[in-house]
T-cell receptor
Framework: AQSVSQHNHHVILSEAASLELGCNYS??????LFWYVQYPGQHLQLLLK??????LVKGIKGFEAEFIKSKFSFNLRKPSVQWSDTAEYFC????????????FGAGTRLAVHP | EAGVTQFPSHSVIEKGQTVTLRCDPI?????LYWYRRVMGKEIKFLLH????????ESGMPNNRFLAERTGGTYSTLKVQPAELEDSGVYFC?????????????FGPGTRLLVL
């Protein structure tokens, strides 16, 4: 069955540190890729998405992600985190071929300390 | 523009009782999805409506779950009778497009606790 793996369940960083959250998926066909974020007490929000074209995509709040097809990966990065980035981050995949549902990873809880 | 709304935000019920969750999608969005997150696990797809029709219900756990979307607007998800393992956060999402280019917008979720 298709699945999405997020390697880190909990990440703790100090402000200004760099962030990279791993995401790998198991599917050999065409995919759309997403990162969603859930800030404390808020709903899931779209951070960025990849459909086609440039594999380096930029999202809101200084986040970016790179699609590496050969590695089935879509890692999320931010060069310098802020306390306000404390949240849970979800990687999601939509398979090609007419499927609409999203397949999510288990999520990564990020805590940024001032 | 109002986002996806869900009601109630929290529900605590006893095993064997019935609970109905409601989702109001963004106006004009034909696609409506239900997802569930059991504590500590990944968010899992339950089902997908296109207008009032069930497009994909492959994620529904069993026949204790019934989803409806009469008139193609809001949707309800009823759990009857509820079991302990039904506890979790139930998310609703909606979208306008289908296929490539589709972005799903999520509601705040309903936290269900079955005691």
């Amino acid at each position: 069955a298709q699945s999405v793996s997020q390697h880190n369940h909990h990440v703790i960083l100090s402000e200004a540190a760099s962030l990279e959250l791993g995401c790998n998926y198991s599917y050999g066909g065409t995919v759309n890729l997403f990162w969603y974020v859930q800030y404390p007490g808020q709903h899931l929000q779209l951070l960025l998405k990849y459909f086609s074209g440039d594999p380096l995509v930029k999202g809101i709040k200084g986040f970016e992600a790179e699609f590496i097809k050969s590695k089935f990966s879509f890692n999320l990065r931010k060069p310098s985190v802020q306390w306000s980035d404390t949240a849970e981050y979800f990687c999601a995949v939509r398979l090609g071929g007419g499927y609409n549902k999203l397949i999510f990873g288990a999520g990564t809880r990020l805590a940024v300390h001032p | 523009e109002a986002g996806v709304t869900q009601f109630p935000s929290h529900s605590v019920i006893e095993k064997g009782q019935t609970v109905t969750l409601r989702c109001d999608p963004i106006s004009g969005h034909d696609n409506l999805y239900w997802y569930r997150r059991v504590m500590g696990k990944e968010i899992k797809f339950l089902l997908h409506f296109v207008k009032e029709s069930k497009q994909d219900e492959s994620g529904m756990p069993n026949n204790r779950f019934l989803a409806e979307r009469t008139g193609g607007t809001y949707s309800t998800l009823k759990v009857q009778p509820a079991e302990l393992e039904d506890s979790g956060v139930y998310f609703c999402a909606s979208s306008q497009e289908r296929g490539v280019g589709e972005t799903q917008y999520f509601g705040p979720g309903t936290r269900l606790l079955v005691l």
